[in-house]
């Protein structure tokens, strides 16, 4: 079989003459067919099928059946293989684009990511900081529909466009609005949802768009929720539409939050979503940015009973005091 990679079939008095008394006897073997499983025309494990009662072997009905059983498990090995390798790669792009620099001049941050499963482990949400020059820092979270590999590569391709149109010197929504025309070529039926900002760190002022991505919120110094409720269109939806911007200030002692829609719509088993709400009173502990995150997590899994429905990204960012 090794040689022909073909059926290999033993029957009558082949069985005596090929294998050991006590095998044939343990097994009551009569005749025995052996079908090869193949992976790139080369064989990596067979089938062995015994009949206990027949020695003339087996029926054209039976081999047939076992012709089709051994292609389907060389198909499932093979798509097992290739997932494995789509997961590997997908993961490794992941984790590369959720790595942010140790610290940054002039702010405080802390940031987490967590998915759904283990076996969905590779979502489109992603997150960056980043120094523009001296004076300002660029702030990324989005979430690309899908997930794997075309949801990863597209998220490549995201969070570079933004970095380099930032800076170009670009504004955030001019930022969004050019992106938005590189990945309308690139995206196919997948979409994105970001929010980009650009805080100058000297004076607080936070510049920024959103597109389409749930509104960011600031917990002031005084325990006071502002949300920055300035929405533009989705990333990679439609070539024709205006991207907008805002701004506001950041003083110290203010927190900005960001998150993707996993954190506000993971609900309970009765359905009811931890919401807005929910995160802006989770947000009235007075954590700093670098513990918030993790503290927002843990307050969403206990709502839910640590059944999480997406994958989520949790983003804090504050001044540094002087």
């Known amino acids: 079989m090794a040689q022909t990679k073909e059926t290999f079939l033993i029957k009558g008095q082949e069985v005596a003459s090929t294998l050991e008394p006590a095998i044939i006897e343990a097994f009551r073997i009569r005749s025995m067919m052996l079908m090869p499983i193949m992976r790139r025309r080369k064989i990596i494990a067979a089938l062995r099928f015994v009949n206990s009662q027949v020695s003339k072997g087996f029926t054209d009905l039976q081999v047939d059946f076992a012709a089709k059983l051994a292609a389907s498990l060389s198909l499932a090995l093979e798509n097992a293989r290739l997932y494995g390798m789509e997961h ?13 620099p140790q610290e940054l001049p002039g702010i405080s941050f802390g940031h987490l990511y967590h998915s759904a499963t283990e076996a969905a482990r590779i979502g489109g949400d992603f997150y960056d900081i980043f120094e523009i020059d001296d004076e300002r820092i660029g702030i990324v979270i989005g979430d690309v529909s899908g997930k794997g590999v075309s949801a990863a590569s597209l998220t490549v391709i995201v969070e570079n466009t933004i970095k380099a149109f930032a800076h170009q010197g670009y504004p955030p929504a001019d930022v969004l609005e050019r992106t938005n025309t590189v990945i309308m070529r ?8 970001v929010f980009f900002g650009i805080l100058e760190v000297d004076t607080g002022r936070l510049s920024y768009c959103s597109g389409g991505h749930p509104p960011a919120l600031i917990r002031r110094s005084d ?19 205006e991207f907008t911007g805002d701004e506001t200030r950041l003083e110290p002692g203010d927190v900005l939050v960001l998150y993707t829609d996993g954190a506000i719509e993971s609900r309970r088993a009765d359905g009811e979503f931890f919401g807005r709400r929910r995160l802006a009173e989770a947000l009235r502990h007075t954590h ?7 503290h927002i997590f843990e307050t969403i899994n206990a709502f839910t009973g640590g059944t999480l429905n997406d994958d989520m990204a949790l983003l804090a960012i504050s001044l540094k005091r002087d």
């Open 186 to 193: 690139a995206a196919g039926d997948r979409f994105v949802t």
């Open 288 to 294: 700093p940015a670098r513990d918030l995150p993790r």
């Open 223 to 241: 325990g006071t929720i502002d949300y920055l409720e300035h929405p533009s269109p989705l990333i990679g939806a439609f070539p024709w539409l």
């Open 88 to 100: 590997h790669i997908a993961e490794t792009l992941q984790e590369t684009l959720l790595i942010t």
